[in-house]
């Protein structure tokens, strides 16, 4: 039967058209759950005049692409040991990776698309069994194409899975990574608005939460189960609680969904729920009564469906008002993933239920900023490049008027087309690191110069040179204070003081008289210690730098060494992240 793509569906397809007519280089599509992906990946499919594979990472995401590819009237293969069938026969193939990788001799035709479902999934590890498959592919054709689409195109563990987003014209990282670029993206607040998702309404005072904040998660986001555990025995009388609130809001809801933290709390918090339409979850359980207890749930027999990190993808149920988080995540991916199985549209839903007992901070409407929160203080900002003029995002401090006060970016985002019409990162740089052999800026963790390849000094090797010295002094930074002063013959000097915690000074002055002078101080000061280097700020006299100090910052450290009876600063370390306590840190 004839199928309508929505506006911005249609726009998925047109640009995976346009892309890969220019270029082989792997793609993503970035689209909020619920967004109706299997449609744009059977659009795909309907058009292609070749082989096409698509994969999916479970059987549920397997069939329903399937399924979705079949409503266009339209025959396929399906290959995938948990449905029972390993067919590669058709145009089409659906699979899942598991089963493919493990049988790549029944894909040795010609494929000319790849397709990845929950392409976040994807690493650079050649052992994976997805590059087992694209390394396969591509020895029966080394013109194919890969596209992945995914809600959350980062990873805890690894970082973005693209480099280049075409459509904002940004870099979102110069490492290596699975997809080249990402060439749509979708966000969910513009779904919520148009219509096509429900609207989350998060409850702003749950009646208790857990208290999760004293463990310490892995690179990967993830808590032991074990120390989850431990916190969880402690905190039953809250569980009560919890589950009693989640109960009585749940009264005018269709279908409950509850994401515990560990097997053992999933087991505790079924024996709080009305046994006659509750039901769990988990990862151990068999195909067959795991099949019957979704099925179950699908069709409104059982209310509260309790999971431990198995349904958060790949699962479909759009009755699902109310949406239950009794787990901590670090990663704002798999947050979006949980939210997002109760924002699809069903008839009579009105809103989904957002009920967050265990202190999750993320936001579901706020750009991904991979970096980690540098300052609990610290929110999204945008920041112009001076050079290109691209808005950046970063993370960043602002005044009660939400002007930016501060911002930790690194260097300019923005890709700047040069010739052959290959984009390239723009080479502005907020923060730096100099290179001491040909003066070239690199990012403040580089360890060779981008430029000439020149080993640049640690910061940690430095303190530690210096402290050998005995005519080196190393101070903590605390702060920092400018002040007006004269030299010998009278003339205006700006005096820079240096202090640490316990109050021992450096010093260093400045004069301000001459453009050359001027332009020293900007070179030397302003550049490294602007709160917000992009600004131009070029004073004049002592007292322009002092009445607008506040836009500067101090450094970590400062060193210097002895000259006659002073001392004579020779470095000033900013971004300090290695083994020496910074000021006003515990030891």
């Not at 390394?135 to 992945?148: D, I």
């Not at 431990?308 to 995540?329: N, Q």
């Not at 936001?363 to 970096?371: G, N």
Request: hydrophobic letters at 35%; aromatic letters at 8%; glycine letters at 6%.
């Amino acid at each position: 039967m004839p199928v309508k793509l929505r506006p911005y569906q249609q726009q998925t397809v047109q640009a995976t058209l346009h892309h890969f007519r220019q270029t082989d280089d792997p793609a993503v599509i970035v689209l909020p759950t619920g967004a109706g992906k299997s449609l744009v990946i059977a659009e795909l499919a309907k058009i292609a005049k070749r082989r096409i594979l698509v994969l999916a990472h479970v059987k549920e995401l397997v069939e329903q692409n399937h399924q979705k590819y079949e409503h266009y009237g339209y025959k396929a293969s399906v290959f995938a040991a948990g449905l029972n069938r390993k067919e590669s026969t058709h145009q089409i193939t659906f699979g899942s990776v598991q089963s493919v990788a493990r049988n790549l001799n029944h894909f040795n035709n010609e494929y000319s698309l790849l397709i990845i479902d929950e392409c976040h999934r994807v690493s650079l590890q050649e052992s994976s069994e997805y590059q087992k498959i694209i390394h396969h592919l591509r020895t029966h054709n080394v013109n194919l194409k890969v596209l992945g689409l995914t809600a959350t195109p980062y990873r805890l563990d690894s970082g973005w899975i693209y480099q280049q987003h075409l459509p904002l014209k940004t870099q979102r990282t110069t490492e290596a990574t699975p997809f080249k670029t990402c060439i749509f993206e979708l966000p969910l607040r513009q779904m919520i608005a148009e219509g096509f998702l429900t609207e989350p309404r998060l409850l702003d005072a749950p009646i208790a939460l857990y208290d999760f904040e004293q463990l310490r998660p892995g690179t990967n986001g993830h808590y032991q189960e074990a120390d989850l555990n431990r916190v969880l025995q402690g905190a039953k009388r809250a569980t009560a609680r919890i589950l009693d609130q989640i109960i009585h809001l749940a009264s005018d809801r269709s279908g409950v969904m509850i994401f515990a933290a560990t097997v053992k709390h999933a087991k505790e918090i079924l024996t709080y729920l009305p046994p006659e339409c509750s039901a769990i979850i988990l990862g151990d359980m068999r195909p067959k009564a795991r099949d019957s207890v979704i099925q179950a749930f699908k069709q409104k027999q059982i209310k509260f469906l309790v999971n431990v990190s198995v349904l958060t993808t790949g699962f479909d149920a759009p009755h699902v008002d109310l949406i239950a988080v009794l787990r901590p995540t670090e990663s704002a991916g798999l947050y979006k993933q949980i939210v997002g199985r109760g924002l699809r549209l069903s008839p009579g839903k009105q809103d989904c239920l957002i009920l967050d007992y265990a202190g999750n901070t993320h936001d579901l409407y706020r750009p991904d900023i991979p970096a980690a929160k540098p300052d609990s203080n610290a929110v999204p900002v945008n920041i112009p490049c001076p050079a290109c003029q691209h808005i950046n995002l970063f993370w960043g401090k602002t005044d009660n008027d939400g002007d930016v006060i501060e911002h930790f970016g690194r260097r300019c985002q923005g890709l700047i087309e040069r010739k052959e019409h290959t984009l390239e990162q723009c080479d502005f740089r907020y923060r730096f690191k100099e290179c001491g052999q040909c003066g070239s800026e690199n990012d403040i963790a580089a360890r060779l110069c981008h430029q000439c390849e020149h080993q640049l000094v640690d910061p940690d090797q430095k303190l530690k040179d210096a402290l050998r010295l005995n005519d080196a002094k190393v101070i903590r930074c605390a702060g920092m204070t400018l002040h007006h002063t004269t030299n010998k013959d009278q003339q205006p000097r700006l005096k820079v003081v240096y202090h640490d915690e316990e109050g021992v000074e450096l010093s260093e002055t400045y004069a301000l008289t001459s453009k050359a002078q001027q332009g020293h101080f900007y070179h030397q000061f302003i550049r490294h210690h602007l709160k917000c280097p992009e600004e131009r700020f070029f004073p004049q006299h002592p007292a322009d730098a002092i009445r607008e100090q506040a836009r500067f910052r101090h450094p970590d450290f400062v060193i210097a060494r002895k000259k006659g009876r002073f001392w004579s600063i020779r470095e000033r370390i900013f971004d300090y992240e290695g083994h020496y306590r910074r000021a006003n840190e515990l030891s």
